[in-house]
């Protein structure tokens, strides 16, 4: 009933309380947390050219995006894996990054999610021309984000179990880092992410209504979010991805009703791509 997280390449195994609604929780420090910063920095140094498209070819000149002056700066939680699991049932994602995986798995309605520390910088862009031939990588944003990762990872309880709707599930949090050696750490803001499930978009249903159990599997590519950056005492939610291959697989329990399925991912457009969220009815009320 409880969130646990593991990693398949470590015999480190948090225990499902350490992941508990407001309280964080921190992998020791041994090969796994470097492999798995490895990983994170390898997904944040990706955001930057996936922001810059290649739009055409050059031949006497070609253009290209710099940056410009840090404008806004902050430190978020920044999601790694975002999970929901069908009341009644379970759920499981897996996050693989060069070779590396990180695990978390949660069963009943239950919802958590696997974060990261990282500061957020915020700068403008400007377009210059180079002489000589290349590949055009015009800005296609005046202000772009990039991270720095701090390899800090905790786990956040977003829905506790026997929820049955992840309709009002939490789009953003704060809490203490963990690995801070402050009497009293701060409390830090996460990103603004979307986990929650949206009856205006519903995809499909999965019914077990009458029948035996069922199982699906699912498939992300990247995690979108908005980063609240504050700047001359306004809050600008800026848009950034970050691209990371994560799967999930779902188990619903035989005859017991039926889970309408939406994806709160904006960027997938594939039936079973993306993370699921659920909204449950019992079969008699369908």
């Not at 379970?90 to 520390?117: M, P, Y």
């Amino acid at each position: 009933m409880g969130v646990s997280v593991k990693s398949f390449d470590s015999t480190v195994h948090p225990s499902p309380e350490s992941l508990g609604h407001g309280s964080p929780a921190r992998r020791h420090r041994t090969r796994v947390v470097m492999a798995y910063a490895t990983a994170s920095a390898v997904v944040i140094a990706l955001v930057v050219p996936l922001l810059f498209p290649g739009v055409g070819f050059g031949l006497v000149t070609h253009e290209t995006c710099e940056l410009g002056p840090v404008e806004a700066t902050g430190v978020f939680w920044t999601p790694m894996i975002l999970l929901n699991s069908p009341y009644l049932g379970w759920a499981w994602a897996n996050l693989t990054e060069s070779g590396f995986i990180l695990g978390i798995n949660i069963s009943d309605g239950g919802s958590a999610g696997v974060f990261e520390l990282a500061e957020w910088n915020l700068s403008g862009t400007r377009n210059v021309s180079t002489v000589g031939p290349g590949v055009n990588h015009p800005c296609v944003q005046p202000l772009l984000p990039t991270a720095s990762p701090s390899h800090d990872e905790g786990g956040y309880t977003l829905a506790h179990p026997l929820n049955r709707s992840d309709a009002n599930e939490t789009a953003n949090f704060s809490m203490a880092d963990p690995g801070s050696r402050a009497e009293h750490p701060p409390l830090l803001p996460s990103v603004r992410f979307g986990n929650a499930f949206d009856p205006a978009s519903v995809r499909f249903n999965a019914s077990t209504c009458g029948g035996g159990a069922a199982a699906s599997d699912s498939s992300s590519t990247e995690y979108s979010f908005e980063i609240p950056f504050t700047s001359n005492g306004h809050t600008l939610l800026v848009p950034a991805q970050l691209p990371a291959l994560v799967r999930y697989s779902y188990r619903f329990p035989a005859n017991v009703g039926v889970w309408q399925i939406s994806n709160p991912d904006p960027g997938v457009t594939e039936l079973f791509h993306g993370g699921w969220a659920f909204n449950f009815r019992t079969c008699a009320i369908f």
